[in-house]
């Protein structure tokens, strides 16, 4: 299994753990903020531009975007 399977299998289990923690999506918003947030830290950590980060976020915000407007991911 390659590092990006595990780390799916890792992403689907959290997935799973927060939904039946908190069955109300709305409530995940916070999760996601904390998510974020420490993919922040990591991106930063002895790099002091956030550039890169910035434009993950801006790319994320037009995936968001398009899943409203056409209802699936990608």
């Known amino acids: ?12 289990q959290t ?3 927060i939904a039946a923690a908190q069955s109300n999506p709305r409530t995940w918003l916070s999760w996601m903020d904390y998510l974020l947030e ?7 950590k002895g790099y002091p531009d956030k550039g ?3 434009d993950m976020l801006s790319a994320l915000q037009g ?8 209802g699936g991911w990608h």
Do not use: G
């Open 52 to 54: 890169s980060y910035i």
């Open 38 to 44: 420490r993919l922040e830290d990591e991106a930063t």
């Open 63 to 70: 995936e968001i975007r398009n899943r409203l407007k056409t």
């Open 1 to 12: 299994m390659s590092k990006e399977d595990d780390l799916r299998d890792v992403l689907n």
């Open 15 to 17: 997935a799973k753990e």
